[in-house]
């Protein structure tokens, strides 16, 4: 009896000390998948991720529920899918900030954008509004510049040191020679709050942020950086207003690299079907998101070759993050 127990007692500390089976792939998933956003709650990178969330979780056939865990522009939130499981149990967004233009900026980077993550597709691509408050003495970029010239001090604001925003304003100051202040702030969402309260008087928004305040009169736009967007067809873009840019602003899906290929591509067919439906289109249409599916591997090859582009602005801008 006394040489049975301690044949299961150390068969039980045998089992404790194995690793624990993985999950075959064929079978995922089976249970909760985590959508972890590095976008704060409310912003337009938040509103993309809830909307695919719903549509993919019905697909895939389990729920995802969302976490939020902002700062650095994105990067903390991008850094903590890097290090999770690659199992297909954490996903994430990521726009241009977090997955081309960080490692231009940050010399220290705690992840690698390309080879730390499984690139699991495109889903659309925007532009980034300049916007302002209604009373603002200029409605383009023409009349930001004699603005400018009349020797008016000028700060906008950006959602951080290193985001896209940045990066779209100092394009604008190297093509037209002007001079602005940048103010960052923790967040799209505090941004137009400041800019709707009268606290800040220009700034650079996401079209998920910026669309639905510029279509009820509550701000108003004087260009965009990028394509002229779909979402807001009467504001001219920066290139057909003299600045020299037309890069398309690319949003995608990610989870942690080394994730078995039967998942990532389930997690791709179900991101790709979402893009599909009506309703998900329209609803990214109205947020300023143009719906484009982009493979995977596709997507991060184009990633890769845009890093190295926007790395030359960050130089000649100076924009460094310490």
Same mark, same amino acid.
Request: hydrophobic residues 45%; contains cysteine; neutral net charge.
């Given at each position: 009896?006394?040489?049975?127990?301690?044949?299961?007692?150390?068969?039980?500390?045998?089992?404790? =000390?194995?690793?624990?089976?993985? $999950?075959?792939?064929?079978?995922?998933?089976?249970?909760?998948?985590?959508?972890?956003?590095?976008?704060?709650?409310?912003?337009?990178?938040?509103?993309?991720?809830r909307?695919?969330?719903?549509?993919?979780?019905?697909?895939?056939?389990?729920s995802?529920?969302?976490?939020?865990?902002?700062?650095?522009?994105?990067?903390?939130?991008?850094?903590?899918?890097?290090?999770?499981?690659? +199992?297909?149990?954490t996903?994430?967004?990521?726009?241009?900030?977090?997955?081309?233009?960080?490692?231009?900026?940050?010399?220290?980077?705690?992840?690698?954008?390309?080879?730390?993550?499984t690139?699991?597709?495109?889903?659309?691509?925007?532009?980034?509004m300049?916007?302002?408050?209604? +009373?603002?003495?200029?409605? +383009?970029?023409?009349?930001?510049?004699?603005?400018?010239?009349?020797?008016?001090?000028?700060?906008?604001?950006?959602?951080?040191?290193?985001?896209?925003g940045?990066?779209?304003? $100092?394009?604008?100051?190297?093509?037209?020679?002007?001079?602005?202040?940048?103010?960052?702030?923790?967040?799209?969402?505090?941004?137009?709050?400041?800019?709707?309260?009268?606290?800040?008087?220009?700034?650079?928004?996401?079209?998920?942020?910026?669309?639905?305040?510029v279509k009820?009169?509550?701000?108003k736009?004087?260009?965009?950086?990028?394509?002229?967007?779909p979402?807001?067809?009467?504001?001219?873009?920066?290139?057909?207003?003299?600045?020299?840019?037309?890069?398309?602003?690319?949003?995608?899906?990610?989870?942690?690299?080394?994730? =078995? $290929?039967?998942?990532?591509?389930?997690?791709?067919?179900?991101?790709?079907?979402?893009?599909?439906?009506?309703?998900?289109?329209?609803?990214?249409?109205?947020?300023?998101?143009?719906?484009?599916?982009?493979?995977?591997? $596709?997507?991060?090859?184009?990633?890769?070759? +845009?890093?190295?582009?926007w790395?030359?602005?960050?130089?000649?801008?100076?924009?460094?993050?310490?």
């Open positions: 009896m006394m040489l049975r127990t301690v044949t299961l007692s150390l068969l039980a500390l045998l089992s404790a =000390a194995l690793p624990a089976r993985a $999950e075959d792939p064929s079978a995922y998933p089976t249970h909760k998948i985590r959508m972890l956003l590095p976008f704060a709650a409310g912003g337009g990178g938040d509103v993309i991720g909307l695919l969330a719903d549509k993919m979780g019905k697909s895939l056939g389990e995802i529920y969302i976490e939020n865990h902002t700062g650095a522009a994105g990067t903390l939130g991008t850094q903590m899918v890097a290090t999770s499981p690659p +199992d297909g149990y996903i994430t967004i990521g726009g241009m900030t977090t997955h081309v233009l960080a490692p231009a900026i940050y010399p220290k980077l705690p992840y690698d954008p390309i080879k730390d993550f690139t699991i597709g495109r889903i659309g691509t925007s532009s980034i300049l916007v302002a408050t209604k +009373d603002f003495a200029a409605n +383009d970029v023409k009349g930001l510049i004699a603005l400018a010239k009349k020797g008016e001090p000028i700060q906008y604001g950006s959602w951080g040191v290193g985001s896209t940045q990066f779209c304003a $100092e394009i604008l100051t190297q093509q037209t020679g002007i001079k602005m202040g940048h103010v960052p702030f923790n967040g799209t969402a505090k941004l137009a709050g400041d800019l709707l309260g009268g606290h800040i008087s220009l700034a650079m928004l996401d079209m998920a942020t910026a669309t639905p305040l009820d009169g509550s701000i736009a004087l260009a965009a950086c990028g394509e002229r967007s979402s807001l067809p009467d504001v001219a873009s920066y290139k057909e207003q003299g600045v020299a840019f037309d890069r398309s602003l690319a949003w995608a899906m990610y989870a942690p690299a080394g994730l =078995a $290929e039967p998942i990532a591509s389930k997690l791709s067919a179900a991101l790709k079907e979402a893009l599909g439906d009506t309703e998900v289109r329209e609803k990214l249409f109205t947020l300023g998101i143009t719906p484009q599916f982009v493979a995977g591997a $596709e997507q991060r090859d184009i990633n890769a070759r +845009d890093i190295a582009a790395k030359q602005v960050a130089k000649d801008a100076g924009i460094e993050v310490k």
